[in-house]
């Protein structure tokens, strides 16, 4: 005669096999949303920045002040070659002293009138 727990862990087994499977449900959905707001942000920085160059072509006053903040923000020398900025990463104003200001991107040429990265095709 079988035993009366017999069916109780039959059952249980297969309730933990639920959850098991609930559980790797709940990861994949998880995986899923994170992965997609990864995309939907680098497509915010893609939408944002191909807004910004366009308004500094046009504007020489809005396109030295985004140079200036590149120059301060952008730290990696592959980066900084990419985005045109001159020369190593600046000295971070703390670094250099109270007053001080970063060196200026090239001496002979103002940031109002770099030329800008090539627009590779977003819009």
Do not use: C, W
Not at 112 to 118: F, V
């Amino acid at each position: 005669m079988p035993s009366p727990a017999t069916p109780e862990s039959d059952r249980l087994k297969k309730l933990r096999q639920q959850q098991e499977e609930l559980a790797q449900k709940i990861r994949l959905e998880e995986s899923r949303l994170k992965e997609q707001a990864r995309k939907d942000d680098t497509r915010r920085k893609i939408i944002a920045g191909a807004v910004a160059l366009d308004l500094a072509n046009n504007h020489p006053q809005f396109r030295a002040l985004l140079y200036e903040a590149m120059n301060q923000a952008v730290t990696a020398e592959r980066d900084r070659d990419l985005l045109g900025l001159a020369g190593s990463s600046p000295v971070s104003p703390q670094a250099a002293g109270p007053g001080a200001s970063p060196p200026p991107a090239r001496a002979d040429q103002s940031a109002a009138e770099k030329p800008l990265p090539e627009n590779s095709g977003s819009g």
